[in-house]
């Protein structure tokens, strides 16, 4: 079905990536919007990575403009939304995909500096920005908020502040979900588990010394469905679901894109 986001506006935040092999979670949701109709609004923290997404969308006759900002800093979220509203003349879609773990570790290890900064990007700067948004969608009687998780909410135990931060969202999602249905807003997340992405593949493969060939034949052989990682158009798809007309009677969901991961966790 094409034209499912037909007329909306969308803001992605995050929707630049690390340069890699493959293609990341923001700019597989922003260029999956545009292609079912959406007008996009292209937010990231490097602004030549967030232009990069936008001109792929133009390339391909879909309408996309870049804005550079540090969701961290309360005057650039609430900046992102009133350039939406200005650019776009509205915001129906709003997507929180952030994301850091540089410098994490198991609870007695991580330096206080790095927990500060992954808590500070991947929660409060998720917070900050969707607070800016709700007082717009709360006056234009409605909008979808899609926040993108991870199965770190659940499991792991070597990366304590982003698992934390990661089962904060999730609790921000149902918190806001409930708060703000009366006014027509719904708030889901998607949680992926392994996926392909430079994020994750490239930056594991640094870290650790190894090959990306290595890390992803390493992280294949953990899932369960087809012994094989999914794809940031995975993450994707299910955002889209989300944002969609498709789920105007969900809201408060944490959506597993995991291969099964999760269920074998249990």
């Known amino acids: 079905m094409a034209g499912r986001l037909e007329g909306k506006t969308a803001v992605v935040v995050g929707a630049g990536q690390t340069p890699g092999e493959t293609v990341g979670n923001g700019r597989a949701m922003a260029l999956?919007?545009?292609?079912e109709g959406a007008r996009v609004?292209?937010?990231?923290?490097?602004g030549e990575r967030a232009e990069e997404t936008a001109a792929m969308i133009r390339e391909e006759g879909g309408e996309a403009s870049a804005l550079?900002?540090?969701?961290?800093?309360?005057a650039e979220a609430a900046g992102i939304v009133a350039e939406a509203t200005a650019r776009l003349g509205g915001l129906d879609i709003l997507v929180n995909n952030v994301g850091i773990?540089?410098?994490d570790g198991p609870a007695h290890k991580i330096e206080e500096a790095a927990f500060d900064r992954i808590l500070s990007v991947n929660l409060k700067g998720m917070w900050l920005v969707t607070k800016a948004a709700l007082g717009v969608m709360r006056e234009q009687g409605g909008g979808a908020i899609v926040n993108i998780s991870s199965l770190a909410a659940e499991a792991g135990g070597i990366q304590v502040a982003y698992e934390v931060s990661k089962a904060a969202v999730n609790r921000l999602t149902t918190s806001v979900a409930q708060s703000q249905a009366r006014y027509s807003i719904r708030c889901n997340a998607v949680q992926p588990g392994l996926m392909d992405t430079p994020m994750a593949v490239a930056g594991i493969a640094g870290a650790s010394g190894r090959t990306q060939d290595e890390?992803?034949?390493e992280r294949d052989a953990r899932v369960p469905l087809g012994g094989k990682m999914g794809s940031a158009w995975d993450t994707a798809y299910a955002a889209l679901f989300l944002a969609s007309d498709e789920a105007?009677?969900?809201t408060g969901v944490i959506l597993p894109v995991d291969g099964g991961m999760g269920v074998r966790i249990g």
């Open 41 to 46: 609004l292209c937010v990231d923290r490097v």
């Open 248 to 250: 105007k009677f969900i």
């Open 68 to 74: 550079q900002a540090d969701v961290t800093k309360s």
């Open 215 to 217: 890390v992803r034949a």
């Open 32 to 35: 999956l919007f545009a292609r």
């Open 101 to 103: 773990g540089g410098g």
